[in-house]
C-alpha cells in the first residue's frame, strides 16, 4: 500500500512564498514518478507539475519560472517550491506517484494541503 501525506499549505498574500512536501512511503513499483496537481471546486484536478523518477521535471506553463518541484535522492520525499504566488495559485494541492511515459499518469494520491492566495 503506497501512502502518501502532503503538508506545507496555507495562506498568503500575493507575492509571497510557500514550500509543499509529499512524504510517500510504501512499494511503488513501477510508479516512480510523482506529481502535484491543483484543484480548485468544481474544476477538475489540473497537474501543476512532475518529475521522473530520473529527475527529470516538467512545469505547467501557468507556473513555469515561479514553482520548482524537486525530489530526495531517495524520491520518498517531493517538493513543490512556490514563488510569487498569485490568487489564481489559490486551490487543494495533492501529491500523485504514478508512471511517467509520454504524459503524466497518476496511480496513487495524497490527501490534499489547501493553498490560498490572497490580500
Known amino acids: 500500500q503506497v501512502q502518501l501525506v502532503e503538508s506545507g499549505g496555507g495562506w498568503v498574500q500575493p507575492g509571497q512564498s510557500l514550500k509543499l512536501s509529499c512524504s510517500i512511503s510504501?512499494?511503488?513499483?513501477?510508479?516512480?514518478?510523482s506529481a502535484w496537481y491543483r484543484q480548485v471546486p468544481g474544476k477538475e484536478r489540473d497537474l501543476v507539475a512532475a518529475?521522473?523518477?530520473?529527475?527529470?521535471?516538467r512545469h505547467e506553463p501557468a507556473v513555469k519560472g515561479r514553482f520548482t518541484i524537486s525530489k530526495d535522492d531517495g524520491g520518498n520525499t517531493v517538493f513543490l517550491w512556490m514563488n510569487d504566488l498569485k490568487p489564481e495559485d489559490t486551490g487543494m494541492y495533492y501529491c500523485s506517484a504514478g508512471q511517467y511515459k509520454v504524459f503524466y499518469e497518476p496511480t496513487y494520491w495524497g490527501q490534499g494541503t489547501q493553498v490560498t492566495v490572497s490580500s
Open positions: 510504501g512499494n511503488r513499483g513501477q510508479d516512480t514518478a
Open positions: 518529475i521522473t523518477g530520473l529527475g527529470a521535471t
